[in-house]
C-alpha cells in the first residue's frame, strides 16, 4: 500500500500518512548516520561534479525528470568562507541527516509536480565506479518563513526525524546559510530573483529528497545491494538486503 499512496492527492495522502505503520511514518526517528551513508558520499566525492537525475510524477501521472546537483546531506552544509552572516544569526554545527539537498527555485515545475505526488526517484551516476546509487523516497519545498503550506509542514516534519539538531539550530538560519552559498552563475542566473526580499528571495527554495529506500547497483550486472528502513521498536532501522535489480 505504501507505493502507492504517493499517487493519491495531497489531502488524502496526508490521512494515510497518519494512519500508517509501516517504515515511512514520519515520526518515526531515523538515524541520521545510515550505513549506506559512507558508501554514498564516498562514490559522490569521487566526482567532479555532483549532478543527478530526479524523477517526479506529474498532473496527468506522467513522469518528469531533470538533472540537479545535490548539494550534501541536509544541515551539513558548511557555512561560506567569508560569510556575511553575524555569527548570532548563525546555526550552530553539529547538524547531521540522511536528507538529501538541492537548492532551487518556487518557478519551476518540480513543485507543483511535488503537490501531486511527494513520491520521487533520484538516480546517481558514478561513472569512476561505473555504478549507480537509486534513492526512493519524498521530496518537499522547504522555504524562507515555510511559505509552502500543508506540503512543507510535513517535509519539515520528515526531515526533522531524521537529522540530529544541536540545541538552537533553526530552519530559517539553515535556509539562509544555503542562500549565501549559491554561486552567481548557476541557481541566481537561471533563477533571478525578482525582489529584494531579504535575507533570502521569496522565490528560493531548498528541495530536500527524505530517503525510503537506496538501491546501490554493480558494475556489470549482479544483484543490487539495497537499504530499506523498517520500523522497530519505535526506531527506523535501515535493513541491508539484496535485490535482482539492474
Ligand atoms: C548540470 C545542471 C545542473 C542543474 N542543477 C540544478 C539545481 O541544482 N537546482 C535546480 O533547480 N535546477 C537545476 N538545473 C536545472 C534543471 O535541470 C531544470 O531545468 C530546472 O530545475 C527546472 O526543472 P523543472 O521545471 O522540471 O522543475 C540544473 C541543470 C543542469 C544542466
Known amino acids: 500500500m505504501k507505493a502507492y499512496i504517493g499517487l493519491l492527492p495531497l489531502a488524502i495522502q496526508t490521512f494515510f500518512s497518519s494512519n500508517i505503520t509501516t517504515s515511512t511514518r514520519m515520526t518515526i526517528q531515523h538515524p541520521p548516520n545510515p550505513a549506506w551513508k559512507a558508501p554514498f558520499a564516498a562514490a559522490i566525492s569521487s566526482q567532479p ?14 513522469p518528469r525528470c531533470r538533472t540537479l546537483t545535490y548539494a550534501g546531506f541536509f544541515g551539513e552544509t558548511p557555512y561560506a568562507g567569508a560569510s556575511g552572516i553575524p555569527a548570532s544569526e548563525q546555526n550552530p554545527s553539529g547538524a547531521e541527516s540522511d536528507v538529501l539537498l538541492v537548492a532551487s527555485d518556487a518557478r519551476s515545475s518540480k513543485f507543483a ?14 561513472a569512476a565506479q561505473w555504478t549507480q546509487f537509486r534513492v526512493r523516497g519524498s521530496a518537499y519545498p522547504i522555504s524562507f518563513g515555510a511559505r509552502c503550506g ?35 552563475k548557476m ?19 531548498l528541495l530536500v529528497i527524505v530517503p525510503d529506500e537506496i538501491l546501490h547497483l554493480p558494475p556489470g550486472g549482479g544483484p543490487a545491494t539495497t537499504w530499506t528502513a523498517e520500523a522497530k521498536n519505535g526506531t527506523a532501522e535501515w535493513i541491508k538486503g539484496e535485490a535482482a535489480e539492474h
Open 49 to 62: 561534479v555532483t549532478f543527478f537525475q530526479l524523477a517526479t510524477v506529474s498532473e496527468s501521472l506522467v
Open 113 to 126: 509536480q511535488l503537490q501531486v505526488s511527494s513520491s520521487v526517484e533520484a538516480v546517481f551516476f558514478i
Open 150 to 184: 500543508e506540503l512543507e509542514r510535513r517535509g519539515r516534519e520528515h526531515v526533522e526525524a531524521h537529522m540530529a539538531r544541536p540545541d538552537g539550530w533553526d530552519w530559517d538560519k539553515e535556509i539562509r546559510k544555503v542562500w549565501e552559498r549559491q554561486d552567481e
Open 187 to 205: 541557481m541566481k542566473s537561471k533563477f533571478p530573483a525578482t525582489t529584494d526580499e531579504t535575507p533570502v528571495p521569496d522565490d528560493f527554495r
